[in-house]
C-alpha cells in the first residue's frame, strides 16, 4: 500500500518562474492537507482539499499562489512568479476524513529558487 | 486559531538518559495531539499519539502525557539511543470536519554518546 506519493523532489526555479508540486494521496484517501517548511523551521499549514473543494486555505499566502484537487489525478500546489522567499520545503499529508486519524507525509518537494 | 508552543527549542543529554518535551495548546476544542521526529532531509514521520479521553499512552521507550486541564501535552523519551537525534515536533487539532494539524516549532534533539 504506496504511502503519500510528491513529485518532483527537488524543483529549481528562477525568479518569476512558475511551480508545479504534486500530490498524490494514499489509496483510498479524499482529503489532502499541504504545508510548508522554511528551512530551520517548523511545519505552517497552507491548504486543506477534499476532491473538487478547498475547504481551508487561512494558511494560503493570498496572492501567487493557489492548489487544486480535480475528481481525477493528484492534487496540485501552483505557485506563481516565484520569489526566493518560497524556497522551502512543501509537504503534502491525505486522510480518509473520518478522523481525527494520524496524518502520515509525503517525501515532500524541496523548492529551490534562484 | 489554535497556538502550540513548545519547549526546550534544543535539548542535549547523555545516551542512555530520560528527554522530555513540552507542549502547551490554547484551543480546549483540541481533541488530537501527534508527535513527529524529523531527520534532516526527511519527511516527519508520526512516532506516537494521543486523544483527549486518554491521559497517557506508551510505545517501548517513547511516551506522551496529557493535561486537558492545563492544555498541556508531554513526550518522554527514555533509554535515550544515538538514532534519537533528530527535530521533534507536536501538533494538535480539533478533528472536526477539519484534520489540519497546528504544529508547534520544533525540538532539536542531540544524544551525546
Known amino acids: 500500500n504506496a504511502g503519500v506519493m510528491q513529485n518532483p523532489r527537488h524543483l529549481v526555479r528562477r525568479r518569476g518562474q512558475e511551480a508545479r508540486l504534486r500530490c498524490s494521496p494514499m489509496?483510498?484517501?479524499?482529503?489532502v492537507y499541504w504545508y510548508r517548511q522554511l528551512p530551520e523551521e517548523g511545519l505552517k499549514f497552507m491548504v486543506y482539499l477534499q476532491k473538487e473543494n478547498i475547504i481551508d486555505e487561512s494558511g494560503m499566502p493570498k496572492e501567487r499562489f493557489s492548489a487544486e484537487f480535480p475528481k481525477e489525478g493528484p492534487s496540485i500546489l501552483r505557485i506563481q512568479q516565484v520569489v526566493r522567499g518560497d524556497s522551502a520545503a512543501y509537504f503534502c499529508?491525505?486522510?480518509?476524513?473520518?478522523?481525527?486519524?494520524?496524518?502520515?507525509f509525503g517525501n515532500g518537494t524541496r523548492l529551490t529558487v534562484t | 486559531g489554535e497556538n502550540v508552543e513548545q519547549h526546550p527549542s534544543t535539548l542535549s543529554v547523555q545516551e542512555g538518559d530520560s528527554a522530555v518535551i513540552k507542549c502547551t495548546y490554547s484551543d480546549s476544542a483540541s481533541n488530537y495531539f501527534p508527535w513527529y521526529k524529523q531527520e534532516l532531509g526527511k519527511r516527519p514521520q508520526l512516532i506516537i499519539d494521543i486523544r483527549s479521553n486518554v491521559g497517557e499512552k506508551k510505545d517501548q521507550r517513547i511516551a506522551v502525557t496529557l493535561n486537558k486541564t492545563a492544555k498541556h501535552f508531554s513526550l518522554h523519551i527514555t533509554e535515550t539511543q544515538p538514532e534519537d537525534s533528530a527535530v521533534y515536533f507536536c501538533a494538535a487539532t480539533t478533528g472536526f470536519g477539519n484534520e489540519k494539524l497546528t504544529f508547534g516549532t520544533g525540538t532539536r534533539l542531540t544524544i551525546i554518546p
Open positions: 499529508a491525505s486522510s480518509p476524513g473520518t478522523g481525527p486519524v494520524p496524518l502520515h
Open positions: 489509496k483510498g484517501h479524499s482529503h
